[in-house]
């Protein structure tokens, strides 16, 4: 059941280097351990620092199939896992003849036929390579951590109709939350934890240039360190590395190639989005 | 398990370190790490570094303290490092030979300005083995950073260090700015690989279990508000806004999961079209929530200024869970401060603002609870009423003065709630010249400490 994607650690940082994932030691590490151990990587993190686009990323070194579960406040069992498709059932029923036996009938609607699978079981049921990507888990409510605990652990889904359908092959799952509340300690523990967090300086300047390909190897340094400067006050919202990313594909499509006060000043708008921290990094970093 | 009992001892006994520290690692996280431990390359330490991390580390507010333990745990090297090393790059001629000072310092400036890790790591543990040992009494030997730091001062380095990074641009500017944060974080990652190196040294004289204890510093938000180191300040500031977001969710979750309001005849209508007209879902409005007026009058005072500032920061970042917050402040006298704080504005500025130009100073600079609470009073009889939930914030350390008792307790009656938030340990009230007796039978007062405790009285402060 466990078919380990990943030869060793060094596997993984080259084969998600070719999906366009800059991936550093113990990003790989935490990625090979997770394959490895079959138990499902919890990524946590503030937002743009690139926890969805690593467990895409693993997805496209793989060649697995992506299936992606967005939570949202209000995310319960009918839209995670399975749903039986009342409408179809009802029209199955009004259809038959008044000959047919309520037996045949009772059996006949709770078939696969009118299973309507969710992401949660699409992923558990899939005999390919499928990476399962339960995406802003802390956004969904406390109950769905219970349905979760279920799933992730034993790998199955029980369905009171069908009987237990268990995977035939074990999906490589990531959860991606951006903290906004604790998540469960139960949760946590059947978990292993990646936080992923701004990138030191030269991993975020190859990530720049592996994105930007047009940008000079001299502005993304530039780049890169006024980010790092930024970051360091006290911001309501620090820049992301997406920031980073979008800046640099501002200046090349502004035609600019150094970084100076003006330019700053003038495109500052792409990283920092509260107006305060416009005012504070100005004053701060004298762009006048 | 592959794992040798040696290596598993040692896992065990870091793990253990790792609860002490107050980390939870259970049981079947150290059978995940164990597991692990088998699955990498263990002569790799980074990836014995990041499997840990991994299984057990599930907090990043813990990453400190494990970083620290792992260190002392699995050292990358042991014993006096030129024997592993080999001399770094000038300091061959030397073979081994201490440098003197000046040497060092020039070696270390090329360090910085490169900002190579692996080399400066290499560095930090030579420059220890030449500096860091004295001796504390006949026979005994011991390490200090502090030795290390103090003789190579690497923040004197800075001026040259700039003017070599800037490379003859403008001073003054962005470019001086940005250059001077990057030596700066360089510096302070040199301080750290010091700090640690001294650390392995005392472990391999003492034993780890020892060194252990004494060298995970508590997190932000366990550390006292009135023993706040800057730092600490700083990072408790960084911390508010997801402090805030954090509580406002479970908040709202709280609100949305209480009792439902009135039934919602219109939802329940047309939800019911799907099941042929039969209303099996009964849909039902929310309730509105409660949202409590707050005002907040803090002493802003030298000695509790610090936590005074986290407050309001906090009680800022929260305010869409207020239909309105005001905020005074007092020393000696009390002054209306809530016009410094915009709506979206920076609010470590508006503290700023408000020491500089508010009026809290009446006559000597001195906390006087009575006086301020007088003319609190008396200057803004509206500002309690029976919608407030009215919050006090100080040390009720009075300089031996008149109390106000009385007018605290027109104003306790007049509001919705009142609380008294105090920064002292429960032990020390009522003693020296504080007066919390005074006030502690007619306000509900409560110890906060540090950030936590102030998490738990926020949460209890905003109802359902």
């Keep these: 059941m466990l078919q380990p994607q990943f030869a060793s650690v060094a596997d993984v940082q080259e084969r998600l280097g070719a999906a366009g994932y800059l991936a550093d030691h113990a990003i790989s590490t935490t990625v090979f351990l997770a394959d490895r151990l079959g138990k499902p990587l919890l990524i946590e993190g503030p937002a743009g620092v690139g926890k969805t686009e690593l467990a895409k990323s693993v997805a496209a070194a793989t060649s697995s199939e992506l299936i992606r579960l967005q939570c949202y406040e209000g995310l319960d069992e009918a839209r995670a896992l399975y749903e039986w498709n009342y409408k179809k059932q009802l029209l199955r029923i009004q259809a038959s003849k008044d000959d047919d036996a309520w037996d045949d009938i009772h059996d006949d609607v709770f078939a696969e036929e009118f299973l309507m699978s969710r992401p949660l079981l699409t992923a558990i049921r899939n005999p390919n390579p499928t990476v399962l990507l339960i995406d802003e888990t802390d956004k969904a409510d406390v109950e769905v951590e219970g349905l979760l605990l279920e799933v992730l652990s034993d790998f199955q889904v029980t369905i009171p109709e069908l009987g237990t359908i268990v995977a035939t092959r074990r999906p490589l799952v990531f959860l991606t939350s951006n903290a906004t509340r604790e998540l469960s300690e139960a949760l946590k523990r059947r978990c292993l934890y990646l936080h992923l967090d701004y990138p030191d300086a030269a991993r975020e300047k190859a990530i720049v240039l592996s994105r930007v390909p047009e940008v000079a190897e001299q502005l993304a340094e530039a780049l890169v360190r006024t980010v790092r400067a930024l970051r360091a006050l006290e911001l309501k919202k620090s820049p992301s590395i997406a920031e980073t990313i979008d800046w640099a594909r501002t200046l090349v499509a502004l035609g600019l190639d150094t970084l100076d006060e003006e330019t700053v000043k003038s495109t500052l708008g792409v990283v920092l989005k509260h107006a305060s921290d416009h005012e504070r990094a100005a004053t701060q970093l004298k762009l006048n | ?464």
């Design chain 2, 1 to 464: 398990m592959r794992a040798a009992t040696g290596l598993l001892d040692r896992e065990i006994a870091f793990l253990d370190a790792l609860r002490t520290a107050g980390l939870t690692v259970s049981l079947a996280e150290v059978l995940d790490s164990t597991r692990a431990m088998g699955a990498i390359d263990l002569l790799d330490r980074e990836a014995l570094r990041a499997a840990f991390a991994a299984c057990v580390l599930k907090r990043p507010a813990h990453r400190t303290t494990f970083d620290t333990l792992f260190d002392l745990w699995f050292p990358a090297v042991t014993g006096d490092p030129s024997q592993v090393d080999g001399p770094t790059g000038e300091a061959a001629e030397g073979q081994g030979e201490p440098l003197d000072t000046e040497a060092y310092r020039d070696l270390l400036r090329d360090l910085l300005m490169d900002g190579d890790e692996e080399s400066m790591r290499r560095f930090a543990r030579q420059v220890v083995q030449g500096l860091g040992r004295a001796d504390t009494a006949p026979g005994r030997q011991s390490w200090f950073s502090y030795r290390v730091l103090r003789q190579l001062s690497p923040e004197t380095l800075m001026a040259s260090l700039l003017e070599a990074m800037l490379k003859g641009q403008d001073r003054g500017g962005l470019a001086e700015k940005v250059a001077r944060q990057t030596i700066t974080e360089r510096i302070k990652a040199f301080q750290e690989m010091v700090e640690a190196e001294v650390r392995r040294r005392l472990a391999e004289d003492r034993g780890v279990e020892q060194i252990s204890k004494t060298a995970v510093q508590p997190l932000a938000e366990q550390v006292d508000f009135l023993r706040a180191s800057r730092n600490d300040m700083a990072e408790l500031r960084r911390q508010v806004f997801p402090l805030a977001r954090r509580l406002a969710t479970r908040l709202t979750a709280r609100r949305r999961l209480g009792k439902t309001g009135k039934l919602d005849f219109r939802r329940t209508v047309r939800a019911s079209l799907a099941t042929g007209g039969v209303p099996l879902v009964t849909h039902h409005k929310p309730h509105k929530p409660h949202k409590p007026e707050l005002v907040v009058l803090c002493d802003v005072s030298g000695s509790v200024a610090g936590f005074a500032h986290f407050t309001l920061m906090l009680a800022y970042a929260l305010s869409e869970q207020f239909t309105k917050v005001r905020a005074f402040a007092f020393i000696d006298t009390c002054d209306e401060v809530t016009r410094f704080f915009t709506p979206g504005g920076d609010v470590a500025d508006a503290l700023a603002r408000m020491s500089s130009e508010a009026k809290l100073v009446w006559f000597d600079g001195h906390s006087d609870y009575g006086h301020s609470i007088e003319k609190f009073d008396e200057d803004y009889p509206d500002a309690v009423g029976p919608r407030t939930s009215l919050l006090i914030l100080g040390d009720a350390r009075n300089n031996y003065r008149a109390t106000g008792a009385q007018t605290l307790k027109k104003l306790v009656a007049r509001s919705r709630h009142a609380y008294w938030l105090n920064p002292e340990p429960q032990a020390y009230w009522g003693s020296g010249d504080s007066v919390t007796g005074a006030y502690e039978d007619l306000i509900e007062m409560v110890e906060v400490r540090n950030a936590v405790q102030l998490e738990e009285f926020v949460q209890r402060l905003l109802p359902q």
